[in-house]
């Protein structure tokens, strides 16, 4: 058996006005999905447990078939997995973005999206002065970077992610709880350094956003996942997406992760090129996971037009050659779904159930309709628990 699953982040949304209150996915022409719904079926997945906040590493995590409540350990753990960084059991992992606060007001958690060569200068000038056993800093992309800890310090702490807290006051949502001592004396010393370095010097003077401070949050252990094969009995998988996030999930999973050229987070993506690796990469590998992120950036930034086209194009370049090539193979199956909501009205990530459309060799026909929330909601297939989608896809057990 083949399987191809495409995820269209943050496709799903609510009915806007501007829309003759209809959603994007809605409005958008999908024929490609629209088959799939139509020769199989659609329903909804709650993929975001209570008590979480809705993000792709909760959802992505859900939908893979991992319940969260179970495997997530936070978000810097799977960033730091993306990037091969070995940790123990013990080993703690926290986010260290580059972040503008000015006047105590969080402006901008990026540092203008700092380039790579500044941070990685900024952050080795940090450690150098810091001189903290067990502290090593990663550099990632930009303003993502990490720190990881390997000591017996224990840590039960509050963080909160910079991008959450806009124009509000730092000093109001800095670490607190245990171990938030040593966090706060990081992030302090680092304001102190930063304020006179020479590389926000010129930042300022060329009219940039400065890197005033580290800011550390989504600490956590390395999640202890089984791989896929282990928990699915699915052999070769394989990871298809620009963002390193999921990355770090599909290397957890035992799976391989492939490039595709020009494949970034935005609408200026690759569609094509990533539809076509999608498609080929069946002849390799049992199960291909293909994630695109624009219709999700689109979303938060209120931009409606860009959101459809996206979903537009998810269809006709990735959704289509894939669903004609599977179609090939003597037994398959396809799942087509975002893994969380994406509102424009709020520009958030939402917490409705996901609408999925999946097709293929004993799939049976159910609604005759095509791709939407209302159509997936309409259907009597709920899934509340969103981690057994996955094994209900692979081997259409019960629910
Ligand atoms: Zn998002």
Same mark, same amino acid.
């Given at each position: ?58 959802? @992505?995590?859900?939908?893979?078939? &991992? ?70 800093? &990663?550099?990632?992309?930009? &303003? ?9 310090? =224990? ?8 991008? =959450?807290?806009? =124009? *509000? ?11 938030? *001592? ?46 896929? $094969?282990?928990?699915?009995? $699915? ?35 690759? &569609? ?45 370049? $990735? ?26 009205? @709020? ?15 004993? $799939? ?23 981690? *057994? ?11």
């Amino acid at each position: 058996m083949k399987y191809a699953i495409i995820i269209p982040d943050g496709a799903a949304d609510e009915p806007l006005e501007e829309l003759g209150n209809k959603t994007p996915l809605e409005v958008a022409a999908t024929p490609n999905m629209d088959k799939i719904a139509m020769e199989g079926r659609q329903g909804t997945v709650r993929t975001v447990p209570d008590g979480f906040e809705s993000g792709s590493d909760v959802a @992505t995590m859900c939908l893979l078939g &991992y319940d969260p409540k179970v495997y997530h350990t936070g978000r810097a753990p799977l960033e730091a997995a993306a990037q091969s960084i070995p940790l123990s059991a013990t080993d703690w992992v926290f986010r260290c973005n580059l972040v503008t606060v000015i006047d105590g007001v969080m402006k901008d958690h990026s540092a203008g999206g700092i380039s790579d060569a500044e941070a990685q200068k900024l952050l080795g000038d940090l450690a150098r002065q810091l001189n903290l056993p067990g502290f090593e800093f &990663y550099n990632g992309v930009s &303003y993502r970077n990490l720190l990881v800890y390997r000591g017996s310090e =224990e840590f039960d702490v509050q963080t909160k992610p910079p991008h =959450e807290i806009p =124009e *509000e006051p730092a000093a109001k949502w800095v670490p607190k709880g245990k171990g938030a *001592e040593i966090l706060n004396r990081i992030m302090d010393e680092s304001k102190a350094l930063f304020a006179k370095h020479e590389i926000n010097e010129v930042r300022r003077e060329t009219g940039n956003n400065p890197a005033t401070q580290v800011w550390l949050w989504g600490q956590g252990h390395a999640p202890a996942m089984p791989k896929f $094969v282990d928990r699915f009995g $699915v052999k070769d998988g394989a990871m298809i997406t620009g963002v390193d996030l999921l990355r770090g999930l599909a290397e957890l999973l035992g799976w391989s992760n492939l490039s595709v050229e020009g494949m970034t987070s935005f609408h200026d993506t690759n &569609y094509a090129g990533q539809g076509v690796e999608t498609a080929r990469a069946l002849d390799r590998f049992d199960l291909v996971f293909s994630h695109v992120e624009a219709p999700d950036e689109a979303s938060h930034q209120a931009d409606w037009k860009t959101k459809i086209a996206a979903i537009e194009h998810i269809d006709r370049y $990735v959704v289509g050659p894939v669903l004609e090539k599977i179609r090939t193979f003597p037994e398959w199956r396809i799942l087509v779904m975002p893994d969380h909501p994406t509102n424009i009205a @709020t520009r958030k990530h939402g917490y409705a159930p996901s609408p999925f459309c999946m097709a293929g060799t004993r $799939v049976k026909s159910v609604v005759k309709g095509p791709y939407n929330e209302r159509n997936a909601a309409a259907s009597d297939l709920k899934i509340e628990r969103g981690h *057994e989608l996955m094994e209900y896809f692979l081997r259409g057990g019960n629910l």
